[in-house]
C-alpha cells in the first residue's frame, strides 16, 4: 500500500482526466434533441458505465490489452477516431428527432463513457497505479478513489437541469457546433498522442 498523499495526487490526476465540468458540457451537446428524463437516464448510465470501465481496468486491464495484442497507444488511435466521426456528426447536427431507449443507452456508453470519460487516459491511469502497489489495501485505496471520482461526476450531473433552463433552441445548436469541435481537437490529440507511442520516431 503506498502512502495516503499518493492516492490523493492520484484522485486529483483521476479527476482532471475524467473532468466532471467538461462532461456536462459534452452531455449537453450530445443529447440536444432528448428530453429531460432522457438526458438524466444517459447521465445515469453514463456514470454506471464509468465505474464499471474503471473497475475493470483496475482489476484486468492490462491483462485484457495483453490478451487481445493491443497496446494502450493503439487503443488511444481508435478512440481517437471515433471521437472524431462523433464530432464531424455534431458538426453537421441538424434538427434530429428525440432518440428512442436503445440508442440513448448506447450513447451512455459510446461515446460519453468510452472514449471520452473513461477513455485511454484514464485506463492506462488506473492500470499504471493499480501497479504502483501491492496486496488487497491497495487494491481497495484505488478502487475507492474510482468510486470518489463517479461520485462527484453524479454530483455533478444533477446541475444538468441548470444548465438546460439557461440554453435557448439556438443556443444548444450553437453549444451543439462548438462542442462537436472540441471534440473533434480532444480527438486528434488523442490519435497525435497515440501515434508518438507507436511510432516514437514522430516524437523527435
Known amino acids: 500500500m503506498l502512502a495516503l498523499t499518493e492516492y490523493s495526487k492520484f484522485l486529483i490526476g483521476l479527476l482532471a482526466i475524467v473532468d466532471p465540468l467538461g462532461a456536462v458540457a459534452m452531455l449537453v451537446g450530445l443529447t440536444a434533441s432528448r428530453t429531460h428524463d432522457v438526458r438524466r437516464l444517459i447521465a445515469r448510465h453514463t456514470v454506471l458505465w464509468v465505474f464499471v470501465i474503471l473497475s475493470l481496468s483496475l482489476l484486468a486491464g492490462k491483462y485484457l490489452l495483453l490478451l487481445f495484442g493491443i497496446s494502450i497507444h493503439s487503443f488511444r488511435v481508435a478512440g481517437g477516431l471515433l ?27 459510446v461515446p460519453m463513457s468510452m472514449p471520452l470519460l473513461a477513455g485511454p487516459g484514464a485506463i492506462s491511469a488506473v492500470i499504471v497505479y493499480a501497479h504502483r502497489g501491492e496486496g488487497p489495501a491497495h487494491i481497495a485505496m484505488v478502487w475507492l478513489v474510482i468510486a470518489v471520482v463517479c461520485l462527484t461526476l453524479a454530483l455533478v450531473f444533477r446541475l444538468l437541469p441548470w444548465f438546460m433552463r439557461h440554453l435557448t433552441p439556438a443556443r444548444v445548436n450553437v453549444s451543439t457546433r462548438l462542442m462537436g469541435v472540441l471534440l473533434a481537437s480532444i480527438a486528434v490529440e488523442f490519435i497525435a498522442n497515440g501515434l508518438r507511442g507507436l511510432f516514437p520516431v514522430l516524437a523527435g
Not at 89 to 96: F, S, T
Open 83 to 109: 471521437l472524431l466521426l462523433m464530432g464531424i456528426q455534431m458538426l453537421m447536427a441538424g434538427n434530429e428527432r428525440p432518440g428512442n431507449g436503445e440508442l440513448d443507452t448506447a450513447l451512455a456508453l
